[in-house]
């Protein structure tokens, strides 16, 4: 991220829930000048931090060593302001920026193989500053901007379904549209 200077951050940190404490952890790689616009996801024991900053860099961290290890770039275009989840041992990735171009393009990752593969494009137009999150075996984007700037944001939800690599339209937000939002699942919801 940011802190209002013009250099972006690469720290990182982790949060004991027990002692309502935070402990610095090893630096994320990549530009010495930091990223903005990152996605993260969790597969079993380990952390993925993919694109952010037009890259299409993932890497993955190991809580039990504290380190980073590069994985198998993104193959599409470079990215920031995407949107990423896992669903089981996938992780996703997909939306953002390029510049001045919108994407809507969507991905698949698997660690066993170190592989990405295309999936279906997100539909509903392209989209930007959009949240993503899981629940079961269905994921889901939520609100966005289908342009830059200060373009409205959204309020339709997209559900994407990997065992038929389909993206269907769920119930819309409650109120004005969403951008620059965060998401989380818990018990289902």
Partial sequence: ?????????NDFWEYD???NTWAARAGVPGPSTGRLGAVGFSIGSKGYFATGSVTTDLLEYD???NAWSWKAPLPGPGRYSAVGFSIGSTGYVGTGAQGGTIL???YAYDPATN???AKATVGG???VYAAGFSIGSKGYIAGGASSGGNAPGLVDVRVYDPASNTWTAAASLPGSGKRYSAAFSLNGK
């Avoid at 991220?1 to 951050?9: E, K, V």
Wanted: zero cysteines.
């Fill in 17 to 19: 829930p027990v002692a």
């Fill in 63 to 65: 809580p039990a060593t």
């Fill in 125 to 127: 137009g392209v989209r």
């Fill in 115 to 117: 592989t990405w593969s």
């Fill in 104 to 106: 809507d393009d969507f």
């Fill in 1 to 9: 991220g940011d802190d209002g200077s013009p250099n972006f951050l």
